[in-house]
């Protein structure tokens, strides 16, 4: 998917602007975007934490306080939102999802020191530093969800897009770091469920349309009645997790405080889940007290880059 410089000098520049001068796609874009970083905010603070450890520690963890094992601040982020604004700026600057660009901005945003980086990511961008190849070589033990965890970008720039463009976009990205048959398949799941969420489709629909055939397509995504707890970085876990809180809750809050208490990777579930409960729900339903608790500079970031990436998908 490709755009002209041109053109993105035009349509690239968004004022930021309240929910109520916002259209309903370009909000429901902004909760897409606020509920990816609340939802890493929260669960960093639990994450490689076991259920019993959380209960012991909090009974119930629903607050963004910070802490965990990296010793965040209230509010901060984690890898999952900050890879995910690196290549939103990479596809605003370059006006595309291009996967030397792409590669690029991963890799300064590693020479940046995050505050976590996955061992996956770590090796490839090192290889693409040395190699200047954006694409990973094909590897089955690169199934982790460090592809998974950033490519909201992606569903807004190509937004309204033919699912061939939205798929070469995807992989464009995700191999970077993932070259794997469960991550592309992940991705591109997550990244056509944030669209039809955009599009005011019930979950219901997205379920039938999207998940079920993840499943047919990958018997290892199913999953049963039991509770996945304590989901590991695998992309199978991450998913299992993610959609059993996403479709037996009928809230953004329920969700998102039922998939970081089962720890684990809590991070990234975490951040995934709420960033499909925003596309589904909206701002209104998104705690005021975890708008305010998430760190300012952050959310910003996010309701700026969403508003401009759907300017994007309209051009």
Known sequence: ?????????????????SSAERSPLSDRAVAAYV???????????????????????YRMHSEITG????????????DDTTMALALGESILRHGAVDAKNAAKAFDAWM?????????????NLVTFRSTGNPEAPASEH?????????????????????????????????HVTHHNALSDAACETLIFMVQDFLAGRDALQVENDRVIPL??????F?????????PSGFVVDTLQAVFQSFFATENFEDCLIDVVN????????????????????GLPDIPRRWLRSVDELTRVRCEKQAEALIALSDA
């Not at 807004?156 to 897009?161: K, S």
Request: hydrophobic content about 40%; some cysteine; glycine content about 14%.
């Open 1 to 17: 998917m490709f755009w002209s410089g041109e053109l993105i000098a035009r349509t690239a520049p968004v004022r930021h602007r």
């Open 35 to 57: 509920g990816l970083a609340i939802g890493d905010a929260l669960g960093a603070t639990v994450e490689f934490m076991t259920p019993r450890e959380i209960r012991t520690q």
């Open 67 to 78: 802490g965990g094992w990296l010793r965040l601040k209230a509010g901060q982020v984690t």
């Open 111 to 123: 020479r940046g020191k995050p505050v976590d980086i996955g061992n996956t990511i770590r090796r």
């Open 142 to 174: 690169d199934a982790g969800n460090g592809a998974a965890m950033r490519g909201l970008p992606v569903a807004l720039a190509c937004y309204g897009q033919p699912a061939e463009a939205v798929i070469a976009a995807s992989r464009a990205q995700a």
């Open 215 to 220: 499943v047919e397509r990958f018997p290892v």
């Open 222 to 230: 199913a999953w049963d009645q039991k509770p996945r707890e304590n």
């Open 262 to 281: 089962r720890g684990g990777d809590a991070d990234t579930t975490g951040a995934i889940a709420g960033m499909l409960a925003g596309a589904r729900y």
